[in-house]
């Protein structure tokens, strides 16, 4: 569990530093599966199973555990609707959607640029070109 | 290794296939240490030790490992000065300085709301409240 420095209010947020609260939420926040879910929850709540399909090669216990991250940081919201079978949802809150557009504008860029980025990639190129 | 898939030019880009390229290089520029990497490059070329004092709490092999992985996708370039004593710079390329705009969004966002983030957070909350 993170430990809340004592000086909280009267220092700058600042990830650079390793103390610091904001560098604790970057590394919640960073990582492909964060951002992955954080991307897929848009204007539509999504159940479990419905995550799993969209977000490909994730696995059941990686997206529970990042989810509850999410849920701590308070950037998702988890609505049970508490029936036999049980129906759970997942939600962004108003934190959550406003980071969304900074981790769609991440994704979208690394798609449009994937081929000039794959294009300078020597690893990749020569996996290319034995095939 | 990467593997490149064989149909590559002829789908969609899209980080939530599995096996789509955006994915592994999402996988690349994720994570908090490549982004405070490409954070910290600005404008200005950055030597191993600098990087290591702006970036707290990285380990001298982390730091080393993702810069060899932001090379490789060519997002920063290494200039080794062939001097005795060596003299290392690294400075972000046209299309890492163009990535960086996006990272740089989501780490300023981190801060600009970390205190409405930490206030929300229970886990959070209730170590302050023990002090």
Same mark, same amino acid.
């Given at each position: 569990?993170? *430990? ?5 209010? @009267?220092?700058?947020? =600042?990830?650079?530093? /390793?103390? #610091?609260p904001a560098?604790?939420l970057?590394?919640r926040v960073?990582?492909?599966?964060s951002?992955?879910i954080v =991307? +897929?929850l848009h %204007?539509?709540? !999504?159940? %479990?199973? *419905?995550?799993?399909?969209?977000? $490909?090669?994730?696995?059941? /216990?990686? !997206? ?5 991250e999410l849920e701590e940081i308070q950037l998702v919201k988890?609505? =049970? ?10 939600e962004l809150t108003e934190l959550g959607k406003s980071l969304r557009e900074k981790i #769609? +504008? ?6 449009? %640029?994937?081929? $000039?980025?794959? +294009? %300078?990639?020597?690893?990749? @190129?020569?996996?290319?070109? /034995?095939?």
């Open positions: 569990m993170y *430990e809340l420095p004592q000086d909280i209010t @009267q220092e700058k947020p =600042d990830v650079f530093r /390793k103390k #610091c560098r604790y970057l590394s960073s990582g492909k599966w951002m992955l =991307d +897929a %204007n539509k709540n !999504l159940r %479990n199973g *419905e995550l799993m399909r969209i977000i $490909e090669g994730i696995s059941q /216990k990686m !997206l529970t555990q990042t989810l509850r988890r609505h =049970d609707m508490q029936t036999v079978p049980p129906h759970v949802e997942y #769609c +504008a991440m994704d979208r860029w690394i798609e449009e %640029n994937m081929l $000039e980025l794959i +294009a %300078n990639n020597p690893s990749i @190129q020569l996996k290319r070109n /034995k095939t």
